[in-house]
């Protein structure tokens, strides 16, 4: 009886004594949530979807999946409404966000619609502005009537070419070059693009679609290209090139392409050290590794010149 009775104090002392386990859930960094913020808050995808969906939509046929769809986002919105004699709409348009702004009241993007067939006095792309409101501090999108056609965007003023430095399309540069961009858009054909390639520069080939032609049309230098003078480079010379090629792919189409590049002077011989919009960053060190393996990677074969054409 005593040991009953004193079980219950003893209890309380234990539960009291020992310190309670509490689990907090982390709080979302600054970074993730402005990042959720602004997947949340972009109006772009909204404009985009809902100028598809109105010139889609026909007013004389209110029932349509189409005009369901724009009522369902804009209750009172108008609709283009089409001739009895054209019984369905055209071919539905590709449509892009071009622009977007912001005011006190809301936001407005600019649409861009490329038409799929070519109608008589229309024009190949049109633009409209789409206006709405909400998205600020991640409140819902809401857009508040049709679209209105506008003019196209101003594009802004074209810089002064700085590829002023024409390459002898006989010399080393223009046939390395020549050589790097068929094995590029050669689509795993052949020899590889590293032998061409600075250390530690990855470039990775688009293999799509290969070219069975590529042709060197023009090479240019920037205001560094007094260092491209023929014969061996010295080392450590730099510049930046511009290559103008036409590739021909396997159903005749020839495609005009420019490649903007850097170059850098290694033993005697020019490599490519970057290329615009393809590079990739060099990938970390490991201290694993050593630079004589990484040395090896990269190290390119003899280069043939005589590549342009």
């Known amino acids: 009886m005593w040991a009953a009775l004193a079980a219950g104090p003893l209890a309380l002392a234990v539960a009291v004594a020992v ?3 509490t689990v907090a859930q982390a709080a979302p960094t600054p970074k993730a949530a402005a990042a959720q913020q602004a997947a949340v808050a972009d109006p772009a995808g909204m404009a985009e979807m809902f100028v598809d969906l109105w010139l889609r939509a026909d007013a004389s046929m209110p029932d349509s999946p189409a005009a369901a769809a724009v009522r369902a986002l ?3 919105a108008d609709l283009p409404q089409r001739p ?3 019984k369905q709409a055209p071919a539905a348009s590709r449509v892009t966000a071009v622009r977007t702004s912001r005011t006190p009241a809301g936001w407005t993007v600019v649409v861009a619609s490329i038409s799929e067939q070519s109608v008589e006095g229309a024009p190949l792309v049109r633009y409209f502005a789409v206006a709405g409101t909400g998205g600020k501090d991640g409140g819902a999108l809401r857009v508040t009537g049709a679209p209105g056609e506008v003019a196209a965007p101003e594009t802004a003023p074209a810089e002064e070419e700085t590829f002023n430095q024409p390459v002898p399309s006989t010399g080393v540069l223009a046939g390395s070059l020549g050589e790097f961009v068929r094995a590029y858009l050669g689509g795993g054909q052949g ?3 590293e032998r061409y390639l600075s250390p530690g520069v990855r470039i990775a080939a688009p293999r799509a ?12 230098a920037d205001s560094r290209g007094s260092a491209l003078a023929d014969g061996a480079p010295a080392d450590g010379a730099r510049a930046r090139v511009r290559l103008r090629v036409t590739g021909v792919d396997r159903a005749g189409v020839r495609w005009p392409l420019v490649y903007r590049l850097e170059v850098t002077a290694r033993a005697g011989r020019w490599e490519i050290s970057a290329l615009d919009a393809a590079t990739a960053a060099p990938p970390p060190t490991s201290p694993k590794s050593s630079p004589s393996a990484s040395a090896t990677v990269a190290s390119p074969a003899p280069v043939v010149s005589g590549g342009a054409r």
């Open 19 to 21: 310190p309670r386990t």
């Open 74 to 76: 804009v209750a009172d």
């Open 84 to 86: 009895r004699a054209e």
């Open 191 to 193: 020899a590889g693009v």
């Open 209 to 220: 679609a290969a070219y069975e032609r590529v042709d060197v049309e023009d090479v240019a």
